[in-house]
């Protein structure tokens, strides 16, 4: 059975930083890769971030880039995303996402399982 238990939500400042942590079991990340999406209130489930692959290939949301980074621990099975310069607009629910075999990289119905979320909110 694969499980992903997120952590490192929080409340926090704009401008300031926060890291995201998600653990797996029962599948490994450093195969077909996980993914970040977040969801704001009354919207859509939206693509964030992605590591893929074994030589963990990254692609971004274009209003991350450069505030974001994704980042891998294969001995741990873990994968983070570090956010810095953090805007009200990143106010969310953080899930972490490990993907099929096959699918679009930035497509919701690519990932088969997904943790259970953690909140993220910025002050202005």
């Known amino acids: 059975q694969v499980q992903l238990v997120e952590s490192g939500g929080g409340l926090v400042q704009a401008g300031g930083s926060l890291r995201l942590s998600c653990a797996a079991s029962g599948r490994t990340f450093s195969g077909t890769g996980a993914a970040w999406f977040r969801q704001a209130p009354g919207k859509e489930r939206a693509f964030v971030a992605s590591?893929?692959?074994?030589?963990?290939?990254?692609s971004y949301e274009d209003s991350v880039k450069g505030r974001f980074t994704i980042s891998r621990d294969n001995a741990k099975n873990t994968v983070y995303l570090q956010m810095n310069s953090l805007k009200p607009e990143d106010t969310a629910i953080y899930y972490c996402?490990?993907?099929?075999?096959?699918?679009?990289?930035?497509?919701?119905?690519?990932?088969?399982?997904w943790g259970q979320g953690t909140q993220v909110t910025v002050s202005s």
């Open positions: 590591i893929i692959g074994s030589g963990g290939s990254t």
């Open positions: 996402a490990s993907k099929r075999a096959y699918g679009a990289i930035k497509s919701f119905a690519s990932y088969d399982y």
